[in-house]
């Protein structure tokens, strides 16, 4: 089941700009994870934060989890044209074994 | 170097036709999954495998097989395609499941079914 919502959909900025993406999610999680995907090629892994912290930086990575409203957020600081790809959310529950992902929102970075 | 390797990495076939796609990971992963990739539905799962012999279905399983015979190779078979089954499709492993560990992706199989 698709359990993520990332909003927005796409989103279009400059080089240097941040780019700040929001994931939803319905039901109580244990892990929430980032993943990176280039046009048409697999899945990378960004980041991966647990429920029970609150913030995680990696490199220009920025996530945070807010359990109580079911949301997180991926902020890329100082944007790069390499920034550009699709980036999902994906959460797990209690089962260990399914992950859900969703929909994904589309970056471009211009130069 | 460690990876996930998908093969065929595009496929056009006729619809009833069996087929199967090939996924093997050289990281000694017991977590094995299938995924399915459409234009405005994200990634839906399709079935996974907790270790040798063990496998079960995800969100969208049916029209599709698995087996898990050894730990490094996780076919997925395709018996009689349909055209709905046309898709990018991605097999990814991971340690031991989902809860808290990272998720290796392989490249991605294009299947057309006409």
Redesign the interface.
């Known amino acids: 089941s698709q359990q993520g919502e990332e909003d927005p959909q796409a989103l279009s900025i400059q080089e240097g700009e941040n780019a700040t993406m929001n994931c939803s999610y319905k039901t109580s999680i244990n892990n929430l994870q980032w993943y990176r995907q280039n046009s048409g090629r697999g899945l990378v892994h960004l980041i991966l934060i647990r429920s029970n912290e609150r913030e995680k930086h990696s490199g220009r990575l920025r996530v945070t989890l807010d359990t109580s409203k079911k949301s997180s957020s991926l902020l890329i600081t100082a944007s790069r044209a390499a920034d550009t790809a699709s980036y999902f959310c994906a959460t797990d529950g209690d089962s260990g074994y399914a992950l859900n992902f969703g929909k994904g929102t589309s970056l471009l970075v211009t130069p | 170097e460690a990876q996930?390797t998908q093969n065929p990495r595009y496929l056009i076939t006729v619809t009833g036709k069996k087929l199967t796609v090939t996924c093997s990971q050289n990281m000694n992963h017991e977590?094995m999954?299938w995924?399915r990739q459409d234009p405005?539905?994200?990634?839906?799962?399709i079935y996974?495998s907790?270790n040798v012999e063990v496998t079960?279905k995800?969100?969208v399983p049916e029209g599709y097989k698995v087996s898990r015979k050894e730990k490094r190779n996780f076919p997925l078979i395709l018996e009689s395609p349909s055209p709905n089954q046309t898709s990018?499709y991605?097999c990814?492993s991971s340690l031991a499941?989902?809860?808290?560990y990272?998720?290796?992706?392989?490249?991605?199989t294009?299947l057309t079914v006409t």
């Open positions: 996930v977590y999954s995924y405005g539905l994200g990634l839906r799962q996974y907790m079960d995800g969100d990018l991605f990814a499941g989902t809860g808290g990272e998720q290796y992706f392989g490249p991605g294009r």
